[in-house]
Each structure stands twice: as structure tokens, then as C-alpha cells.
């Protein structure tokens, strides 16, 4: 699951639509670091 989101994390997408597609949790880029927030 972890690869998943590293691999939806991309500038183009937002919040909402990673979560999407992501089996609802979303990955956020903050200053090339990545910061994963789990949505339930």
C-alpha cells in the first residue's frame, strides 16, 4: 500500500484525488518531503 501512495503521490493529483485512488488515504507533498495523512 505504501508503494501505491508513493506512486500516486505526484504534483499533478490533489489530496482528495489520491485518497481516491488510494483505498481512501491521501499523500500530501510538503517541500519534496513526503507526508502521509490517513483519512478513516
Same mark, same amino acid.
Given at each position: 500500500?505504501? /508503494? #501505491? +501512495? !508513493?506512486? #500516486?503521490?505526484? @504534483? =499533478?493529483?490533489?489530496? +482528495?484525488e489520491?485518497? =481516491? /485512488? !488510494?483505498?481512501? @488515504? #491521501?499523500?500530501?507533498? +510538503? %517541500? /519534496?518531503? +513526503?507526508?502521509i %495523512?490517513?483519512i478513516?
Amino acid at each position: 500500500m505504501f /508503494n #501505491a +501512495l !508513493v506512486l #500516486a503521490g505526484t @504534483k =499533478e493529483k490533489g489530496p +482528495l484525488e489520491i485518497a =481516491e /485512488n !488510494v483505498d481512501n @488515504k #491521501a499523500l500530501i507533498m +510538503l %517541500d /519534496n518531503r +513526503l507526508m502521509i %495523512d490517513y483519512i478513516v
